[in-house]
């Protein structure tokens, strides 16, 4: 049974960095088979996909974010994380991580709510 | 910055059959972008239907279909219930990532 959980701080202050972690049950985050990814979703918009990282350090970024973001693993506690700088109120969203592959993304975790405040 | 194109809306009536299409600003989408289909009801996180483009997760009802039409990927319900009432978005591979469609909300009336 694979089980991903986001935690991390709900609350960031504009301009300081966004931090996120993923934990994953049910499979290591050092697998090649597997794309761990990040997906958002402002209030009342859509999802957004933000990147993943395979094989612990092959990472690849939306383009219109790829200059703030960086997503990693700790395979020691098998997590994976994400770390968005300088953010702005329009990186209020709820942030989801997701265990994908080169075809699709099957297991999500339940969203994390990180609101930006000036 | 490539812009994946749902319908923003759709109603269906109970039992009847919906389609709902997924374009891509680059031109035709075919089985290489790996054509993806989520559910999102509210509050929840999204769950996934469809990947390349026709097959059927172990959970996906009978009911859901995916195909290519048109130049689009697509999405079919037939015999809509009530619970599909939700929030629809397709999601494209390209050169590496992915992107999301803005979503379709079908309402079931």
């Known amino acids: 049974q694979v089980q991903l959980q986001e935690s991390g701080p709900g609350l960031v202050k504009a301009s300081q960095t966004l931090s996120l972690t993923c934990t994953v049950s049910g499979g290591p985050v050092s697998s090649g088979d597997y794309y761990w990814t990040w997906v958002r979703q402002p209030p009342g918009k859509g999802l957004e996909w933000i990147g993943h990282v395979y094989s612990s350090w092959y990472t690849y970024y939306n383009p219109s974010l790829k200059s703030r973001v960086a997503i990693s693993t700790d395979t020691s506690k098998n997590q994976f994380s994400l770390t968005l700088d300088s953010v702005t109120a329009a990186d209020t969203a709820v942030y989801y991580c997701?265990?994908?592959?080169?075809?699709?993304?099957?297991?999500w975790g339940q969203g994390a709510l990180v609101t930006v405040s000036s | 910055q490539t812009v994946v194109t749902q319908e923003p809306s759709l109603t269906v009536a109970p039992g009847g059959t919906v389609t709902l299409t997924c374009a891509s600003s680059?031109?035709?989408?075919?089985?290489?972008?790996?054509p993806n289909w989520f559910q999102q009801k509210p509050g929840q996180a999204p769950r996934a239907l469809i990947y390349s483009t026709t097959n059927k997760h172990s959970w996906t009802p009978a009911r859901f279909s995916g195909s290519l039409l048109g130049g689009k990927a697509a999405l079919t319900l037939s015999g809509v219930q009530p619970e599909d009432e939700a929030e629809y978005y397709c999601l494209l591979h390209y050169d590496g990532g992915w992107v999301f469609g803005g979503g379709t909300k079908v309402t079931v009336l």
């Open positions: 997701a265990r994908g592959t080169v075809t699709t993304l099957v297991y």
């Open positions: 680059t031109g035709a989408v075919t089985t290489d972008y790996y």
